[in-house]
């Protein structure tokens, strides 16, 4: 059964003011302090991160998954081991596990570029696997990665979905944490990325 307590739109009002504040604070760290850019980068690495776990608890709540669990590379990895014996330890920034449902890994960057992208893609074919139900996205703030680039990784098939949650490229001449050229989030962006979680999660709905 749905909660009636959440909506997909007090979600999106969630997610956008935890942005805000982050790209507040990050402001008061530059203009405070020593170092502030390092500082920045810091303090934001895991923003998308949060933004996303928060995101699958609720639209799982929402639908009534209650039992998903949530971790990322520091808490949870998978040992994927290779014909001769060799194995690795595979993980990506989150893990969203429902149970006997569907499974969503995702990277989060707070900008894409070519590099994050091969990075990306080259971690979540782990996860890709035929006749498994993983979902595997790449959600990121800023676009900083060309048309052609995106498609051929994208092509390569281990990648659902991109979603970058502001508009326009990225410039590192213009970091969005300054006030002079802060950007503000893409609340449709949001909708569209709440959307996808919760066609995958009635997709795989069990009776």
Not at 81 to 104: N, Q, R
Not at 182 to 201: A, D
Request: hydrophobic share 35%; net charge positive.
């Amino acid at each position: 059964m749905k909660s009636n307590t959440i909506t997909k739109e007090m979600i999106v009002t969630e997610i956008e003011g935890m942005y805000n504040d982050a790209m507040l604070s990050a402001n008061k760290i530059y203009e405070e302090s020593e170092n502030g850019g390092g500082k920045v980068r810091q303090s934001n690495g895991d923003l998308v991160e949060r933004m996303f776990k928060r995101i699958a608890y609720l639209v799982c709540n929402m639908n009534g998954f209650n039992s998903v669990k949530i971790t990322g590379k520091k808490e949870d990895s998978i040992r994927i081991t290779s014909k001769s014996g060799g194995y690795i330890d595979a993980s990506v920034d989150v893990h969203a596990i429902v149970p006997e449902t569907v499974s969503f890994f995702a990277e989060c960057k707070t900008y894409l570029d070519k590099c994050y992208l091969d990075r990306a893609s080259s971690d979540l074919k782990h996860f890709k696997k035929p006749g498994t139900k993983n979902v595997c996205f790449i959600i990121s703030l800023e676009n900083a990665v060309s048309k052609s680039s995106e498609a051929y990784f994208l092509d390569e098939g281990y990648i659902d979905n991109i979603f970058y949650l502001v508009d326009g490229k990225r410039s590192s001449a213009k970091p969005i944490w300054k006030k002079d050229h802060f950007k503000p989030l893409n609340k449709s962006k949001v909708m569209e990325l709440i959307n996808c979680v919760e066609k995958h999660l009635n997709a795989n709905k069990k009776d």
